[in-house]
């Protein structure tokens, strides 16, 4: 499903995963059930937050990198330059 990108196939999984009987996995699919339509969506879309997550790593890493040294300023200074 996952990378063929198929999420006709998750209502087969999630009463699969549901009967089960691995407490865990029942769980999960249960949340699954909870906002069903953004599960399917996001298994049948090529779109991904891939390079915002990317961009936002990168800018909690120099964060980190600075923590205590610089102001705000500096922060954004090297975030632009990066």
Known sequence: MLTELDGNRLP????QA???GL???STFANALN???DAVEAGLSTPWNSGQ???AVNR???LKRQMFGRADFHLLRTR????
Do not use: F, N, P, Q
Request: net charge positive; charged share 20%; aromatic share 8%.
């Open 12 to 15: 087969e999984w999630i009463t």
């Open 34 to 36: 909870s906002d069903y």
């Open 23 to 25: 407490r865990g996995i």
């Open 79 to 82: 975030v632009l330059l990066a």
């Open 18 to 20: 549901m009967t089960s």
């Open 59 to 61: 800018i909690k890493m």
């Open 52 to 54: 915002v997550k990317g």
